[in-house]
């Protein structure tokens, strides 16, 4: 696999998730015999790395691209990780970044950038087994990787038509942030909708929220949000017990259908560290009944009953019936031992009414590892591509509008050459997006 990190957001992610892929690596407490573990150590570093220096550090198998150099070259130089990446695989201008406009990024500073991000990439891929696809890291919210890297991935495209690409994308709080980001996020969201196999969401504000209440992170830091994410992607994409197991299935699991190609991750469970001790370790069955109740929708359906932020419940009623958010496809990944009497029973999210009548394909997957992750004993998470998705593509969509209407902020594009209907065009292709979404009903 090929990380590409674009901007601040996406190589300060990069370089957390690389952190936590070696801290897995590197977890005394497997729970597995040795030779299963050295399989799970060989494939997470073939995954995720590509050969060593001199001093024994893992090289990252990435790419950075960024149009300052500030984050970049702080990443690059952290001399406190076990591993490192391969500094000629950094494509930066050094300029004053995209002034969170994505035109300046995807018209001008990606014309700088193109070749040499393509360059590197031809060398990277030619190491690559055939299977294995890209992981684009960004958020939608500033110019560089919004911009940037939704040309690139019109660029990825083109040169590789078969090739997976999982494109992470980070959603902004939605307030007090900068005023362009409403536009820019519609932008990205419509370029990757077309060009990436599945486009995987995260929004910045859950994720403080998590922090904050879960985690009893009172200075939730960027940083910290990046935790919480890379450990959601990490637990989706490092291997499990089938060795088959890549990008190329995880899509065609998840994002089959051409119209839903977005997808979000839960996880569970969270705990501060401070009572990670006294926090006991529940049967299979809690965390997955859990994981259900995230997927759950308030009857008013305005609010989304938010049950990442709590914690799982050993007696969380079985019986009372509540509503799902229709689910076009679920993927559950479970990390820890299965023994007899606490296997992991997958019915609760079976369920035919979580998934629309009209999906024939097989909508619900299971995938397993022994191996714990990160020292855990035992977690979970679903990955799950369902109608909430339009929420918060919604929001942005409302917000980004109601500033076109009155033409705010729309010189600053078109100065580099963005016209009114390229925006036009991606309103539509997002209003349509969401409109699938919505429009998904559950079956009985
Ligand atoms: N989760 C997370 N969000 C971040 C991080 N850094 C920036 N953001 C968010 O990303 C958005 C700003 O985008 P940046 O990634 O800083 O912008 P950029 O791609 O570097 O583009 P320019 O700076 O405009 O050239 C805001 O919504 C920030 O909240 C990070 O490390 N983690
Ligand atoms: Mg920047």
């Not at 050295?38 to 790395?49: G, L, Q, V």
């Not at 637990?235 to 299935?249: G, H, K, T």
């Not at 995230?294 to 019986?319: D, M």
Request: proline share 3%.
């Amino acid at each position: 696999m090929l990380t590409i990190q674009f901007g601040q957001c996406g190589n300060q992610l990069g370089h957390e998730l690389f952190s936590k892929v070696s801290s897995d690596l590197e977890s005394l407490n497997t729970g597995i015999p040795y030779e299963a573990n050295y399989e799970y150590a060989e494939n997470t570093i073939e995954k995720w790395f590509d050969g060593m220096t001199e001093h024994g550090r893992h090289v990252a198998r990435a790419i950075l691209v960024d149009t300052e150099e500030k984050v970049v070259s702080k990443v690059c130089k952290d001399a406190n990780t076990s591993w490192t990446y391969r500094t000629s695989n950094v494509v930066c201008q050094s300029g004053g970044g995209c002034a969170n406009n994505w035109a300046y990024g995807y018209k001008i500073n990606s014309q700088r950038l193109s070749n040499t991000m393509l360059n590197v990439t031809r060398q990277e891929i030619e190491k690559l087994d055939r299977s294995q696809g890209f992981l684009l890291l960004l958020s939608s919210a500033g110019g560089t990787g919004s911009g940037v890297g939704s040309r690139m991935v019109e660029i990825l495209r083109e040169e590789y038509e078969t090739k997976a690409i999982v494109a992470v994308i980070v959603l902004p709080f939605t307030f007090g942030e900068v005023c362009t980001q409403n536009y820019n996020t519609i932008l990205t969201l419509a370029e990757f909708s077309d060009r990436a196999d599945v486009s995987v969401l995260f929004e910045n504000q859950q994720m403080h929220a998590m922090s904050t209440s879960l985690l009893k992170n009172v200075n939730t830091m960027l940083y910290d949000i990046n935790s919480i994410i890379s450990e959601n992607l990490l637990a989706a994409l490092q291997p499990i017990n089938d060795a088959r197991y890549n990008m190329n299935f995880l899509i065609s699991k998840i994002a089959a259908h051409p119209n839903f190609r977005f997808a979000t991750i839960k996880s569970t469970p969270h705990i501060p560290v401070t009572s990670l001790q006294y926090e006991p370790t529940h049967k299979w069955d809690v965390y997955i009944r859990h994981l259900k109740q995230t997927l759950r929708i308030s009857k008013s359906q305005v609010e989304l009953t938010n049950a990442q932020l709590k914690t799982p419940n050993p007696i969380l009623g079985k019986t009372v019936s509540h509503m799902y958010s229709p689910c076009v496809s679920n993927i559950l990944v479970t990390r820890g031992k299965s023994i007899e009497n606490d296997a992991v029973i997958l019915e609760d999210l079976q369920k035919r009414h979580l998934y629309p009548e009209w999906i024939m394909l097989e909508s619900f997957t299971h995938l397993h590892q022994q191996r714990k992750f990160l020292n855990r004993d035992k977690f979970l998470a679903l990955i799950t591509n369902n109608s909430e998705i339009h929420r918060p593509l919604d929001i942005y969509l409302d917000k980004a509008w109601n500033s076109y209407k009155f033409a705010a902020f729309l010189h600053q594009y078109k100065q580099f050459g963005l016209e009114e209907d390229d925006f036009l065009e991606a309103f539509a292709k997002v209003e349509n997006i969401v409109q699938e979404y919505k429009s998904l009903k559950s079956g009985n």
